[in-house]
């Protein structure tokens, strides 16, 4: 529900970048579609430098033997650099205005619109008439991926894997029986476990040092998917008689989550502090500290983290993975994130280069992708004679399987499963991920952007979270719920709706 940061910055000289990229475009475009008898896309003998710009802690490059056998294969050289994703939106326009763009970019931590603006203007390379060079690469990556936030018969950007359903929901099995208490299945069940587990000692302290679960606000995609959910409300548009419709006008459920989260707050099962979180591992960090018995974890990280911490504040903690509650109308919803996450090419580039860049990536998901994900033999890992696998000390030193993932990415979810860890451990988790997939949060709005919510949409949404936040925490009366909803609608949202089921009516006209 949480939309990323709509910051959207344009100056005069940034409109006039982008005038020339779409000139440019036209004439890239030409070059790969109507040259093809002539153009040897395989060809590496010339020696092309490739600038990548992305997000996350820096990757050590110089002595990487990652990096220099992928240079070596394809014949370039890599210009990395990194940027915090906090601001990633304003950094990549700045870059824009100054005519600096880099070869390739991530994106995902920027607006929607931006995208949008951006390949209507002509500064992304339209890489869908190269794919039939790179058919693995096509066919490794969903169509749908492929096609979200793009105008139709366009691929501007290659997708960028995001497991849409990634975190699964823990409890701890040791408080459980001390309490003697089961496995909660249905919303109400899980109130009374979450109720005895703030109240009742599970911990045998003697201390009121415990709380039942924590939130990262009201509407964060990363942790609401449980609660709002499953009462109903949308992740964030619901179609409905073929009108899609926002949770923010969903009022019949958001008294009822609105009324459990109140609830939970007087009763003092609800962490006091949800309203200051503000990413997931906040309220994840009140279950390693032993203070939250249930919370969201991460399947490919749990072993080495949240089953790690808990047993330094207890030895015999234990944890339990468990289907998300079922809430009245029997809906069960796991966080769901969104999935047009995607790297960019510059449309300056022109086709050899971008061709060089879609042939690394395709590398990636075929003869490279074991090598970015263990890394090389004897210097990353090596093999006993039983058979067995063991990490060695540079595979966290030249991080492979973060090149393989921050960088290029392949299209797996398995991806953070290394042969060390063993069969077990990557059975396991492909059996987790397949599990949660059965509770998706669907958000039935392919993708439109809306004028009004682009200008306006995140005051909106904070002056409406602000109101049921302070219903929540008892500051207001739960007549309020209402109040917010047509406060939310009257100031810009009806605007929205209209806007983004006008252009729902298009989308759907243009597919059929």
């Known amino acids: 529900m949480k939309k990323y940061t ?5 100056s005069v000289l940034l409109i006039g ?13 030409n070059v790969a579609g109507e040259s093809n008898e002539e153009f040897e896309p395989f060809n590496f003998d010339e020696h092309m430098t490739i600038s990548m710009l992305t997000t996350g802690t820096p990757i050590e490059y110089e002595d990487n033997p990652i990096f220099e056998l992928i240079e070596e294969k394809f014949n370039v050289t890599f210009d990395m650099q990194y940027y915090d994703r906090d601001d990633f939106d304003s950094y990549v326009n700045t870059l824009a205005a100054s005519n600096n763009l880099p070869d390739i970019w991530r994106f995902g931590y920027n607006d929607p619109q931006m995208y949008s603006n951006w390949a209507e203007k002509g500064v992304y390379y339209d890489v869908k008439p190269l794919l039939e060079y790179h058919p693995d690469l096509e066919a490794s990556i969903p169509t749908s991926a492929w096609e979200v936030l793009n105008p139709v018969d366009h691929f501007y950007g290659i997708p960028e894997y995001r497991l849409a359903t990634r975190n699964m929901l823990a409890i701890r099995q040791d408080w459980l029986d001390n309490l003697d208490l089961e496995v909660p ?17 599970p911990n045998g302290t003697g201390k009121k040092d415990t709380i039942g679960f924590s939130a990262i606000g009201l509407f964060s995609d990363e942790g609401t998917a449980w609660r709002g959910g499953a009462f109903g409300l949308a992740r964030a548009w619901k179609e409905f008689d073929g009108e899609l419709v926002p949770y923010q006008a969903q009022l019949k459920e958001l008294e009822d989550y609105i009324g459990f989260m109140r609830k939970a707050y007087e009763d003092d099962v609800l962490d006091k502090d949800f309203m200051l979180h503000t990413d997931w591992r906040d309220a994840n960090t009140r279950l390693s500290d032993g203070v939250a018995g ?44 969104p999935g047009y996450f995607k790297k960019v090419i510059n449309s300056n580039v022109g086709a050899a280069k ?13 003869e490279g992708y074991e090598i970015t994900r263990h890394g090389l033999e004897d210097i990353h890992y090596t093999i006993h004679d039983d058979g067995t696998v063991e990490e060695l000390d540079a595979w966290e030193e030249h991080q492979p399987a973060d090149i393989g993932t921050a960088l290029l990415r392949a299209w797996n979810p398995l991806h953070r499963s290394y042969w060390w860890l063993g069969d077990e451990f990557e059975e396991t988790l492909g059996e987790r991920y397949e599990w949660l997939e059965e509770f998706t949060w669907e958000d039935d709005n392919p993708g439109l952007i809306s004028d009004t919510d682009i200008k306006i949409g995140a005051q909106l949404d904070a002056e409406f979270e602000q109101i049921l936040t302070e219903v929540v925490v008892g500051q207001r009366e ?6 917010a909803v047509n406060t939310w ?19 759907k006209e243009e597919r059929n």
């Open 6 to 10: 709509l910051f959207f910055f344009v």
């Open 17 to 29: 970048f982008l005038a020339a990229c779409n000139n440019e475009n036209t004439q890239n475009s």
């Open 185 to 201: 299945d249905t919303i109400e069940d899980f109130y009374k476990v979450a109720y005895a587990f703030a109240h009742d000692d």
């Open 294 to 337: 249930i919370e969201y974890v991460n399947p490919n990280s749990v072993h080495r983290k949240e089953e790690v911490d808990i047993k330094e504040h207890d030895p015999d903690a234990e944890l339990t993975y468990i289907d998300p509650p079922a809430g009245p109308s029997g809906e069960r919803t796991t966080p769901t994130r």
């Open 354 to 366: 971008a061709h060089r860049i879609l042939a690394i990536l395709e590398w990636n998901v075929t």
């Open 478 to 483: 739960m007549e309020d719920v209402e109040l």
């Open 489 to 507: 609608k009257e100031n810009g949202g009806n605007d929205i709706i209209e806007e983004i089921n006008d252009a729902y009516s298009q989308y």
